[in-house]
């Protein structure tokens, strides 16, 4: 006994091999093999700028942050003197270049 819906599904069936024999046949070269994925398919990142070295380390990083922050500070606040004698004026000396007073009017 055949039903409509057999007939259908022998020539689906048929048109559903003949792309994978198409392929089979394309991949046979002789002496080809496939080649494997590179770096930029693997990782996936995309266009990313390039990055210093230290950024790639937070450890690194922080420490250098740290180290910049101390040499802009240094330059704002001035260093902390003991007193081993007794005060015999400035040793850096006085500038006379600045002023730190406000006029009044």
Do not use: C, H, W
Request: no cysteine.
């Amino acid at each position: 006994m055949r039903f409509e819906g057999d007939e259908e599904d022998e020539s689906e069936n048929e048109l559903m091999e003949q792309p994978n024999k198409v392929v089979e046949a394309f991949d046979e070269k002789p002496g080809s093999s496939k080649r494997g994925i590179n770096y930029q398919i693997e990782k996936n990142k995309g266009l990313t700028p390039k990055r210093d070295k230290t950024y790639r380390n937070p450890r690194v990083r922080n420490r250098m942050k740290a180290r910049k922050a101390t040499i802009k500070r240094k330059s704002i606040v001035p260093k902390v003197r003991d007193q081993d004698k007794r005060y015999s004026g400035e040793a850096t000396g006085i500038r006379t270049g600045i002023v730190r007073a406000v006029k009044i009017k």
